[in-house]
């Protein structure tokens, strides 16, 4: 197109590539950091460059952080003994914002899948059973509720046998509605009902 | 919160400015920049810089080129003699994509907008009327079909009385369906129906 030059259409193509971005909405970003120059493109740009630099993987938990061993692993008030699984550092980041969760982590970097090929070679598998033979009280193996994620779980929950091993409840979301809700969701909230 | 750096915050902070992303899909995003660093994070930074170093809005009709006047501007091919006006950078790009029209762009910078504060002194209307002045036959009024796009529209037809001013068609969208149309667009294809 002859309207945009290569260095706009290569910003557009990269930002494209960006979770939650297609072509249409990567080109209003393109636009919308050419016309705030000052404030957002040249900071975001900047940001970018000292997030390269300083941003790596906790050797320990698989966590990004700009240390490594990350916050969380070298915090000497985090309980050592209990251990929270997760597929991802966003979730992760999502119990931190909980603020529910006062032990250390074990991000695996995703979930088996044979669709995607992720087999357990490419997770953090060995490492995880490595640590918990280092006085680890209880594992906490809060997966995602998906196919994909309760398939890893179940599978790790084999490694795991003879150890304390949890998973997070399953129920009605705070603020849920029923009428909105799954009937899996639904089922596994009737089944898991306590007493008041 | 412990769990994210403060270069990893600034740098979601800084995502969530851009239009189309929110708080959490900034935090998708930039998640995604790290896990991609060579692929993703290091080369968008790059591009952003040299977007931010090339860039300008062209000297004439307020493009965004790596050259001023812009290769639009600068090229001998186009027509002079038929100016198209539109609201955004990103409205020139639509209508080149398109294809369709072969003279030269005048960018507004916006539309007029009491709500947004928006005054005629605030767009680039004087340097319409200045090119205009020069051996232009026809100005297109290519503004959005809203409110504030055809409340400019309405303003720059005064301003230009005694030439030849015209506007897009409204009308059913190709591929589009009756059901889905609202009034306003059936009664303006209704009232603008040509013989077959």
Redesign the interface.
Known sequence: ?????S??E??IA??S?????GPR?A????????K??DT??????D??????A??SSCEICG?????SP???CS?PRRDTHILCVVE???D??AL??AGVFRGRYHVLGGALSALDGVTPERLNVSSLLERVQHGVDEVILAMNATVEGQTTAHYLMDLLQGRKVTRLAHGVPVGGELDYLDEGTLSAAFKARRAL
């Open positions: 197109m002859a309207a945009i030059g260095e706009i290569r910003l990269l930002l590539k960006l979770p939650g971005l909405s080109r209003r970003a393109a636009l919308a950091l050419l705030k120059r957002l493109l040249e900071p975001l740009a940001a970018m460059q000292e997030a390269a300083a941003i966590n990004l952080d700009t240390q990350c916050a969380i915090d991802d550092v966003a992760l980041w931190e914002r």
